[in-house]
């Protein structure tokens, strides 16, 4: 693995090289219900999800509607760090599902109707990238390789799709436009010096 900078954020050239394009009719939206811990979320990120809370609650499972009021929406794992509240060892919190068994987030369903303007956590939007901040402020990307994203690798290489091409919005959203541009500059010039495909 590669290190490079873009700005001031540290990043791996899988970023840059891996394919990746969710393919949510293979995987049902496993992110959200598998492994050990929640998404991360910042503290500011819990506020304004406990400001709308009262207008998701309709779509969470009892199960998570107990976890919420035993335990809140967060909780800080065995690394320290601050996630989303799980339900049965595994299960996110804001978990919910399509008519076609597709896992959702009940933040992203309430906002697409227009019933809520934020976003769901900013780290499952940038999903399989993730961020780590530093002592310092150093921001750091790297890219996550999770088995239950073989389906998603594969498609992504069929359409020639990069992960940082995939994860467009979200990463403009985190960093803003300026830096996403300077990202496809950084990309293509290691594209032409047969660093990454």
């Not at 990120?45 to 998570?64: G, H």
């Amino acid at each position: 693995m590669n290190i490079l900078m873009v700005g001031d954020v540290v990043l791996s050239t899988d970023c840059l090289r891996e394919p990746f394009c969710c393919d949510i009719t293979s995987c049902k939206g496993a992110c959200c219900i598998e492994g050990d811990a929640g998404a991360p979320i910042t503290p500011q990120e819990v506020t304004a999800i406990e400001d709308i809370l009262s207008t998701i609650w309709e779509y969470l499972s009892p199960e998570a509607q107990k976890k919420i009021q035993e335990q809140g929406i967060s909780y800080t794992d065995i690394e320290g760090d601050l996630v989303t509240s799980i339900v049965n060892g595994k299960d996110c919190v804001f978990t919910c599902y399509d008519k076609h068994g597709n896992c959702q987030c009940a933040i992203q369903l309430a906002k697409n109707k227009g019933e809520i303007t934020i976003d769901k956590p900013i780290s499952c939007s940038l999903y399989p990238i993730r961020e780590k901040i530093f002592k310092g402020g150093l921001v750091a990307l790297n890219y996550h390789r999770w088995d239950i994203c073989a389906n998603a690798q594969c498609l992504g290489k069929k359409l020639r799709m990069p992960v940082y091409a995939f994860l467009r919005e979200p990463l403009i959203t985190r960093f803003g436009k300026e830096w996403y541009d300077e990202l496809c500059q950084v990309a293509e010039s290691l594209k032409e010096k047969d660093i990454i495909n």
